[in-house]
């Protein structure tokens, strides 16, 4: 009886060490920084519904969950109120192919965690996560001791409340959608294509103009035929004079 005690206090002991530890574990671990963390951050805050949509529907979200489980800069996520949208020109987002929306979500995303007072030592212009045909695309940040700002050279606006810090995850209000240059900005002017005049070809049967002169330089008279000779002249008026004389004699 006693052994049998003994040996159910033994299995009760054990149970509950491996109860502490996992909750030991538990407690220890960071806080979730994978996509249901943002989801959760973003749902909160009560105003990034269709940014919301956005990380869903072009898989960023999925992305984002993958990077903060595998990096140790962290991310920072610059996040559209749902005004910002409403903002936009109609048919804005519905205009963009699937990968121009993917890089759209992108380019609100930085590769490296920024608190507030970090955004100072950035060094501009700041790498985004997305990027094309002709590199990745960038933002410039300004910042003062007070206030953020983020530019992409189509829009500009102001870095607003924190929505979370908690690294490996940082993110910040925005109340415009941040246009990236690469797809909103001035396209350079095409190349006009150069003109290139037909040539004419002469019409059947009529002469060109290199046949007209050769036919002209035929059809003039030789100065030989139109003009006499002056020794010709001068027997001409031998035998007018000669005729004359004759004439006289008679």
Do not use: W
């Amino acid at each position: 009886m006693a052994a049998s005690s003994t040996h159910l206090f033994l299995l009760a002991a054990t149970f509950s060490a491996i109860i502490g530890i996992a909750a030991a574990a538990t407690a220890a671990a960071p806080a979730a920084a994978g996509l249901n963390n943002l989801t959760d951050i973003l749902t909160k805050g009560g105003q990034y519904n269709t940014f919301l949509r956005l990380l869903k529907s072009t898989q960023v979200g999925q992305q984002i969950q993958s990077q903060l489980n595998n990096s140790f800069n962290g991310l920072t996520i610059f996040a559209p109120t749902d005004n910002a949208f409403n903002n936009l020109k109609a048919g804005t987002l519905n205009g963009l192919s699937a990968q121009d929306q993917v890089n759209l979500v992108l380019s609100h995303v930085l590769p490296r965690y920024y608190s507030l007072s970090t955004f100072q030592t950035a060094s501009n212009p700041v790498s985004t996560q997305a990027s094309g045909s002709g590199g990745v695309y960038t933002v410039n940040v300004s910042s003062t001791t007070n206030q953020v700002n983020v530019s992409t050279g189509v829009v500009e606006t102001q870095v607003n409340n924190a929505l979370d810090t908690n690294f490996p995850l940082a993110v910040y209000s925005v109340d415009k959608v941040l246009l990236p240059t690469e797809l909103f900005g001035p396209k350079p002017p095409e190349a006009a294509p150069v003109a290139v005049a037909p040539s004419k070809s002469p019409a059947k049967g009529r002469p060109t103009k290199g046949d007209t002169a050769a036919q002209s330089v035929a059809e003039a008279p030789s100065d030989s035929a139109s003009h006499p000779s002056s020794a010709g002249r001068l027997m001409a008026g031998a035998a007018v004079v000669g005729f004359l004389g004759i004439v006289s004699i008679l």
